[in-house]
């Protein structure tokens, strides 16, 4: 069997919920050996239902697979012992407790350095290590504080959370890539260190052009609905039987969309020949698109527009998300020990990701990691 890029690491997972979890499904598929560390009652989200799948939780499915789980008390000395021997053995620890929240168990970046000193250190929390460090750190908060409550829904309805949690993704791949630089730094130097990652600086990284419009711009964005700021079209528009998402990214796309809805003199129209003025017009050149577009179904505007290099899109439920990937031969279910997951987004050549195991039951592997350890 190919081994993964990231064989014979070993990382020790104390992180629970998504970031984290997220994270460290990312490593595993990469190859590295991931224990999940759980308290008692196991990981939140094991109680994250509905959806469920044979009685387990789907939201606990969709972020564990290949790990191994042993449960620990941390208030229990002898499971203390059992903690800080697997941080000792660990190329990579993960964690996601309140900052300093592990100190009292002797499992803080400090006190596992000083006895592993190539450790890969990763901390996740909602606000840093500094004056937020007291704040609980759940997405929805994070959406709110940031500002991207303010950007989403329609101009004169309430604010809307994203459908997902999407800063604790972004958070998790912000650890993962925290991690993967740190171990090419270990790989030079021999020296571990500290990877912090908090959930509001991710999220104004990730609102990109709306965080830099405001840093340099000085501008304040607002709820546009599904229009785009900068663009336009870049938005759902009705067709006969539904809207379709249309959008225009570049002058050629637009001389394209028009030819294709039989519109050639929109391009030379002074209001419209350049994206910065389709944008500052776009009340006056929507209504011409919008007529057009209604004479025919989505799904023929759909194959003829795409056809012609015009980007575009049906707005599909999960399902037919999942179907169109399926169509283009991108594989997106894998079988991972028995149970259906959609599978990881990265490609290789020489070194694709596996999917040997299932998400572990709680402590399923408890007695084997035990006894490991103590050898």
């Given amino acids: 069997m190919t081994q993964g890029p990231l064989h014979g690491l070993l990382v020790a997972d104390f992180s629970r919920i998504l970031a984290g979890p997220y994270a460290t499904m990312l490593l595993a598929d990469l190859g590295a050996q991931v224990i999940k560390v759980e308290g008692p009652g196991g990981d939140d989200t094991r109680t994250w239902m509905p959806p469920t799948r044979d009685g387990v939780s789907t939201y606990y499915l969709g972020i564990n697979r290949n790990k191994r789980s042993i449960a620990l008390n941390l208030k229990d000395p002898d499971d203390q012992a059992v903690a800080r021997a697997l941080a000792g053995r660990a190329d990579i620890m993960i964690e996601n407790f309140k900052p300093g929240g ?73 650890a993962t890539i925290g991690i993967l630089a740190a171990l090419r730094h270990r790989g030079e130097t021999g020296r571990g260190q500290h990877v912090e990652v908090n959930l509001l600086s991710s999220a104004l990284s990730g609102l990109v052009n709306h965080s830099s419009g405001y840093v ?65 017009n776009r ?17 023929d505007w759909f194959r003829d527009l795409l056809a ?32 259906p997951a ?17 998400p572990p039951g709680l402590d399923e592997h408890g007695e084997e990691i035990r006894a490991w350890l103590k050898n």
């Fill in 308 to 339: 012609a290099g015009v980007p575009c899109a049906p707005i599909n439920t999960i399902d037919g998300g999942v179907a169109f990937a399926d169509e283009l031969g991108l594989n997106p279910v894998i079988d991972a020990g028995g149970v």
């Fill in 102 to 174: 592990l100190a009292r168990f002797g499992l803080d970046f400090d006190s596992v350095l000083s006895e592993n000193p190539k450790i890969i250190y990763a901390s996740i929390s909602g606000f840093g290590s500094g004056e937020g460090a007291n704040l609980p750190g759940y997405d929805l908060m994070v959406q709110a504080i940031s500002g991207l409550m303010s950007l989403t829904g329609d101009p004169d309805g309430s604010p809307f959370r994203a459908g997902i949690s999407v800063f604790d993704v972004m958070a998790g791949m912000h």
């Fill in 216 to 280: 340099a711009g000085g501008t304040i964005p607002f709820r546009m609905g599904n229009a785009h700021p900068s663009l336009f079209p870049y938005e759902p528009l009705p067709c006969a039987d539904g809207e379709l998402i249309v959008i225009a990214g570049n002058d050629g796309q637009f001389r394209k969309l028009c030819q294709v809805l039989d519109l050639p003199e929109l391009p030379d129209d002074p209001r419209f020949g350049r994206n910065q003025d389709r944008t500052a």
């Fill in 283 to 299: 009340e006056q050149l929507r209504p011409i698109l919008v007529e057009r577009l209604s004479k025919r179904t989505k799904d």
């Fill in 342 to 358: 959609v599978r990881n987004p990265i490609t290789f050549s020489e070194t694709p990701p596996a999917y040997e195991l299932p």
